[in-house]
């Protein structure tokens, strides 16, 4: 099987990992939405309403969505009434959803290792399909901590790899195989999509991320698997 564990960068060096990623989201932001609806079949959407659902109700309250994108969670969270910021760390992702009419206004290009915002900040976090691109997830998970307000929860989506043997045959064919090439070949941009494939398959299992977001200090953490466990909702409660 091909190795994607190293993505032609050197991923031991969180800030060479970090200027990859910016650089990477900034080339294909032209052809991101419509990717992200092709190679996911559409599903993503219904998981970024999952978690607003799960979120109960948020209206008037203050959420900060983190690797936002051009909006598609931020959207949603505005919908239900939420008082929205949205940070991403690529700018031309925010210059998309912004032009989109998808970002509320309240956008700030920002690294989510270092949060500017102040302690106690926010009512909720949310971050949908971006942890697994953080270079360091404790530094992360120390941030959301901490701007978040007592008794506040960080909402995770992140894609995960089936615990079905069969589900995780076909799974990994469609990372290794599928996913790079029709992404690369529709966006022109074939080591991105690489990286892509590769940030999925060799990210943290989900307990080991659930053990880690224990250590960070969370009081109570529960997930919910979705879609035969190709993606994984963590409600991480301060």
């Not at 309403?49 to 949603?76: F, H, N, P, Q, Y």
């Not at 900040?121 to 360091?136: E, K």
């Not at 995770?156 to 690369?184: D, H, M, Q, S």
Request: glycine share 8%.
């Amino acid at each position: 099987m091909t190795d994607y564990s190293k993505y032609e960068i050197n991923n031991t060096d969180p800030h060479d990992k970090k200027r990859y990623v910016r650089s990477m989201f900034d080339s294909i932001v032209p052809t991101y939405d419509v990717l992200n609806r092709v190679l996911s079949l559409g599903i993503d959407r219904t998981w970024r309403s999952s978690l607003v659902a799960m979120a109960g109700s948020i209206s008037g309250r203050r959420v900060l969505d983190i690797c936002c994108g051009t909006g598609d969670l931020t959207k949603e969270l505005a919908a239900a009434g939420a008082d929205v910021h949205s940070l991403d760390f690529s700018f031309e992702m925010l210059k998309k959803g912004t032009a989109k009419g998808w970002l509320t206004g309240k956008n700030i290009s920002a690294d989510a290792g270092m949060l500017p915002f102040n302690d106690n900040s926010f009512y909720m976090l949310t971050i949908a399909f971006g942890i697994r691109n953080i270079p360091d997830v404790d530094v992360f998970l120390a941030e959301a901590l901490r701007v978040l307000e007592p008794g506040g929860t960080l909402y995770i989506l992140e894609l995960t790899r089936p615990e079905n043997a069969f589900v995780r045959f076909f799974y990994n064919l469609y990372l290794t195989k599928i996913l790079p090439f029709v992404g690369g070949t529709l966006s022109g941009k074939r080591q991105a999509y690489r990286y892509l494939a590769g940030s999925i398959s060799t990210f943290l299992d989900r307990a080991t991320l659930v053990e880690r977001i224990k250590e960070a200090g969370f009081a109570q953490i529960s997930f919910k698997s979705k879609t035969l466990g190709t993606a994984t909702i963590y409600l991480c409660s301060k």
